[in-house]
């Protein structure tokens, strides 16, 4: 890249062109003369763009005051624009030239043109979007926002709401130091300023990196400390935690039990009176337990809805089989050698009669078969009961649609009889309340 120049003209112009307050800017012209010295010092003439910048930045390094910090980087920023302008260099040159990326670049004439023309921000921001390295508004100069928009030159540094135009900066502390420095340097032609501003930069990234190890550190604290806690907080809780299981880790073991006989190391001393009651008692066999137990049988009555439910002959209905007696009984309680499994269903219901209709029809549709003699809902005092072979691919789902028929409770039970292959036994019981 070509240098570029500035004359003695050109910076007067870009003086007058940031269209500065001085009688504010010097305390009403109290400090009107160390200004225009100041400004001097800090623009020579016959020098390069980039020693210009460089010296910007280095006063804006130096500063200490937020205000005097703030208003180097204003006059920065007015001084790119100035050269975007009056010396028509693209994106990229004045990137390189600023020390900055083509999109902060962007951003500042972005800016700076959208407060003259607000009417264009739709435009100037297609003309100055920067979204990768090889986008073709990285070369984009003032001459073609001219020929698009039909923009003439005369543009004004500063508008009338611009305050950074009138700071008093010569009432900062910082900025006679700065006054200083440049004059010193100025006269020490040995100064270079390039060598500064390097190593004012390398400052600054030894600082983020600092920054950054710092919060790299504090957050592995705190995730530690967060993890410590979660533990400690885990242990707190088990501890407050009890289960209902016997213990007896309390019991001393140490101890073993150990009969104590009363009369154990005693020597009984009786008397002759009294050995001759003894034998007397026994002579009598006081000590012989006479009672006779006697056994009660409990005893039933049966009601009989008429004599001709009378057996016609007693002794051969002490042989017969009830109807709602089964051939083989059993097979529900839990057996302690069984393997195979079987199911009671303990319903209690308002309606049974309903009930029982409901569970035929679960029966029909899952193809369930009666275990013995006795027809399934058969009505027998105290309520109802089935008797049933379930297929075992269908026995979850079959216990599921029972149990939603009526509120039951379903008990499971080890057994040794066996039905069909494939089956399981199922009693339900329905008790009308």
Same mark, same amino acid.
């Not at 700076?112 to 739709?122: A, N, Q, T």
């Not at 900062?172 to 200083?180: K, R, T, V």
């Not at 009669?353 to 009505?379: E, M, R, W």
């Not at 269908?394 to 039970?413: A, D, G, M, Q």
């Given at each position: 890249?070509?240098?570029?120049?500035?004359?003695?003209?050109?910076?007067?112009?870009?003086?007058?062109?940031?269209?500065?307050?001085?009688?504010?800017?010097?305390?009403?012209?109290?400090?009107?003369?160390?200004?225009?010295?100041?400004?001097?010092?800090?623009?020579?003439?016959?020098?390069?763009?980039?020693?210009?910048?460089?010296?910007?930045?280095?006063?804006?390094?130096?500063?200490?005051?937020?205000?005097?910090?703030?208003?180097?980087?204003?006059?920065?920023?007015?001084?790119?624009?100035?050269?975007?302008?009056?010396?028509?260099?693209?994106?990229?040159?004045?990137?390189?030239?600023?020390?900055?990326?083509?999109?902060?670049?962007?951003?500042?004439?972005?800016?700076?043109?959208?407060?003259?023309?607000?009417?264009?921000?739709?435009?100037?921001?297609?003309?100055?979007?920067?979204?990768?390295?090889?986008?073709?508004?990285?070369?984009?100069?003032?001459?073609?926002?001219?020929?698009?928009?039909?923009?003439?030159?005369?543009?004004?540094?500063?508008?009338?709401?611009?305050?950074?135009?009138?700071?008093?900066?010569?009432? $900062?502390?910082?900025?006679?130091?700065?006054?200083?420095?440049?004059?010193?340097?100025?006269? !020490?032609?040995?100064?270079?300023?390039?060598?500064?501003?390097?190593?004012?930069?390398?400052?600054?990234?030894?600082?983020?990196?600092?920054?950054?190890?710092?919060?790299?550190?504090?957050?592995?604290?705190?995730?530690?400390?967060?993890?410590?806690?979660?533990?400690?907080?885990?242990?707190?809780?088990?501890?407050?935690?009890?289960?209902?299981?016997?213990?007896?880790?309390?019991?001393?073991?140490?101890?073993?039990?150990?009969?104590?006989?009363?009369?154990?190391?005693?020597?009984?001393?009786?008397?002759?009176?009294?050995?001759?009651?003894? !034998?007397?008692?026994?002579?009598?066999?006081?000590?012989?337990?006479?009672?006779?137990?006697?056994?009660?049988?409990?005893?039933?009555?049966?009601?009989?809805?008429?004599?001709?439910?009378?057996?016609?002959?007693?002794?051969?209905?002490?042989?017969?089989?009830?109807?709602?007696?089964?051939?083989?009984?059993?097979?529900?309680?839990?057996?302690? $050698?069984?393997?195979?499994?079987?199911?009671?269903?303990?319903?209690?219901?308002?309606?049974?009669?309903?009930?029982?209709?409901?569970?035929?029809?679960?029966?029909?549709?899952?193809?369930?078969?009666?275990?013995?003699?006795?027809?399934?809902?058969?009505?027998?005092?105290?309520?109802?009961?089935?008797?049933?072979?379930?297929?075992?691919?269908?026995?979850?789902?079959?216990?599921?649609?029972?149990?939603?028929?009526?509120?039951?409770?379903?008990?499971?039970?080890?057994?040794?009889?066996?039905?069909?292959?494939?089956?399981?036994?199922?009693?339900?019981?329905?008790?009308?309340?």
């Amino acid at each position: 890249m070509e240098k570029i120049l500035l004359t003695e003209e050109e910076l007067i112009n870009f003086k007058q062109w940031l269209e500065l307050n001085l009688e504010s800017i010097s305390w009403e012209g109290r400090y009107i003369e160390e200004f225009n010295s100041f400004w001097d010092e800090l623009f020579l003439v016959g020098k390069e763009v980039d020693f210009h910048i460089s010296r910007i930045l280095y006063a804006r390094e130096k500063a200490t005051s937020g205000p005097l910090i703030t208003w180097f980087n204003w006059l920065y920023e007015k001084f790119l624009c100035y050269l975007f302008l009056y010396k028509d260099v693209s994106l990229r040159e004045l990137g390189k030239l600023g020390g900055l990326s083509e999109r902060k670049v962007s951003l500042i004439l972005r800016d700076f043109f959208i407060e003259r023309y607000p009417h264009l921000e739709d435009s100037l921001n297609d003309n100055f979007q920067v979204g990768t390295i090889v986008s073709s508004n990285l070369y984009l100069k003032f001459s073609d926002l001219k020929k698009t928009f039909g923009l003439n030159s005369g543009f004004r540094g500063s508008l009338e709401d611009e305050i950074l135009t009138s700071l008093e900066i010569t009432l $900062y502390p910082d900025w006679q130091n700065i006054f200083q420095l440049l004059k010193k340097m100025n006269k !020490e032609h040995g100064v270079k300023l390039d060598s500064l501003v390097k190593k004012a930069t390398f400052k600054r990234q030894v600082k983020f990196f600092q920054e950054l190890a710092l919060l790299f550190i504090i957050g592995g604290l705190v995730i530690f400390s967060i993890k410590v806690g979660n533990k400690y907080y885990e242990d707190y809780l088990v501890k407050k935690i009890s289960l209902f299981e016997p213990n007896f880790f309390w019991l001393d073991k140490s101890l073993t039990f150990k009969s104590k006989d009363p009369l154990a190391g005693k020597e009984v001393e009786l008397s002759y009176k009294e050995l001759e009651k003894l !034998e007397k008692l026994e002579s009598q066999k006081v000590f012989e337990d006479n009672l006779s137990t006697k056994r009660f049988d409990v005893e039933s009555d049966v009601v009989l809805t008429s004599v001709d439910a009378l057996p016609k002959d007693f002794k051969v209905a002490g042989l017969e089989q009830s109807d709602y007696e089964e051939v083989r009984k059993g097979g529900y309680r839990d057996s302690r $050698y069984g393997r195979r499994k079987a199911y009671r269903v303990m319903m209690t219901s308002v309606n049974p009669k309903l009930t029982k209709n409901k569970l035929i029809d679960v029966l029909k549709y899952f193809d369930v078969k009666q275990v013995d003699n006795v027809k399934p809902g058969t009505n027998i005092p105290g309520g109802l009961y089935f008797n049933l072979y379930v297929p075992r691919k269908k026995l979850k789902e079959f216990l599921s649609r029972v149990s939603s028929v009526e509120e039951s409770t379903i008990l499971e039970s080890k057994t040794v009889f066996g039905g069909p292959y494939g089956t399981n036994k199922v009693f339900i019981w329905i008790k009308g309340i």
